[in-house]
């Protein structure tokens, strides 16, 4: 592979990053308070086509690669790494329908998420299920009826339609889709939660009691995938890859705002970017986030040419790029020094933002794990 993007790509990369800084970058501030203001970002995102790019065409996307998806989540990572994994979570609903649904749920859903004109996301989280997915008490049954008590649901209390997990009468575990827009009496979905970083995703608890659903709310009706386990795995390797587009871009900015740190603050008479203590510093942030940008690519590129390696490469930048967003971003306050503190000032938000990018869509330590098991440890 080619790990370098093309001519078309980079000129991709930066179509997009004109359109955030100037079209939604003066519209992220308090995304956290105004479910509104997050609608209307998916809106413009939307009719700019940037939310169908993996979306086939015949169902109002542009059919791009995977790849195309991932560098417009890093843009939007350098904007506010919160609203990358809002949008994250809606395109990874999109590719669940996409990749296993019937033709009449990707001819009802896919143009509607393709158009911005319906926000998505997936339930999976519970109290007792977060890495160990296999925990999952959420059940429909033999009458058909979900009861479920979902956890950290990104996009809650702004989408209209849910993939969500739950176990059922025939297998062990389904992915269903609830439109949360008609469904109200049977569902109550909790108040915003406060949380230490990524405040531009909105983030809810979503209560299920006595639902009714019936087969075509199945993802891919009763003939489903063969193992909806693996439709569920696919999605957890396909947001990963996401959030470390997001990690990526916010790490950009991370070194961007040192960069300018070390050249214009002067200490003892010069630059603090003379001192060698820092030109080290700027030099392990360069190199580490070019090698996580460049694992986050491979990743995206082995989605759509490389299936086989998709689940250990989604880990290995998830688990690699979320650790220099972290490390790089507290660098980024030392290099700031006192300023870097306030909250005036934007490295306080990355250094929360990276920390939470730990932990988020599956911890440093479950990546790890996942890349022992597909290497054969």
């Keep these: 592979m080619n790990t370098f993007l093309s001519s078309l790509q980079t000129e991709l990369f930066e179509d997009y990053k004109k359109f955030l800084t100037s079209e939604i970058e003066p519209r992220v501030e308090d995304l956290e308070n105004d479910p ?3 609608k209307s970002v998916f809106e413009s995102l939307g009719q700019k086509g940037f939310l ?6 015949e169902y109002g996307g542009c059919g791009e690669p995977f790849i195309h998806t991932a560098l417009l989540i890093q843009a939007l990572g350098q904007i506010d790494a919160g609203l990358a994994m809002s949008v994250a979570s809606h395109l990874t609903a999109a590719e669940l329908i996409q990749k296993f649904g019937t033709d009449t749920q990707k001819s009802r859903y896919l143009p509607l998420l393709a158009r911005g ?3 998505a996301t997936v339930a ?3 109290e007792g299920a977060g890495s160990d997915y296999m925990g999952i008490a959420a059940c429909v049954d033999k009458e058909s009826s979900l009861t479920a008590e979902k956890t950290w649901v990104v996009n809650g209390d702004v989408a209209e339609l849910a993939v969500v997990t739950a176990r059922g009468e025939e297998s062990p575990l389904g992915l269903w ?6 469904v109200k009496d049977a569902v109550k979905i909790s108040a915003n939660i406060k949380k230490l970083g990524l405040a531009g995703a909105r983030t809810n608890n979503i ?4 639902l009714k659903l019936d087969d075509a709310s199945r993802l891919g009706g009763v003939e489903g995938p063969a193992s909806q386990e693996e439709a569920l795995l696919h999605g957890m390797d396909f947001i990963k890859v996401l959030a470390a587009a997001a990690a990526v871009g916010l790490t950009d900015m991370a070194l ?3 960069v300018d740190r070390a050249r214009s603050r002067e200490q003892f008479g010069s630059a603090i970017g003379k001192l060698q203590a820092i030109q080290w510093k700027l030099a392990d ?3 580490e986030s070019c090698g996580a940008r460049l694992l986050t690519y491979r990743a995206a590129w082995s989605k759509d040419e490389e299936p086989t390696e998709f689940r250990k490469n989604a880990a290995m930048c998830k688990y690699y790029a979320a650790r220099v967003a972290q490390v790089h971003s507290a660098e980024a306050v030392q290099i700031f020094g006192a300023a870097g503190l306030s909250c005036d000032l934007p490295m306080e938000k990355l250094y929360r933002d990276a920390k939470v990018m730990e932990i988020a869509e599956g911890t440093a330590e479950i990546q790890k794990n996942i890349v022992a098991h597909e290497i054969g440890s």
Excluded at 52 to 57: E, H, L, N, R
């Design 256 to 258: 961007a705002h040192s």
């Design 177 to 182: 889709l609830v439109d949360l827009s008609q």
């Design 36 to 38: 509104d203001k997050v």
């Design 207 to 210: 209560s299920f009691k006595n």
């Design 285 to 287: 942030m360069s190199s």
């Design 117 to 119: 004109e319906c926000i």
């Design 52 to 57: 169908g790019t993996s979306v086939a065409k």
């Design 124 to 126: 999976a989280t519970e």
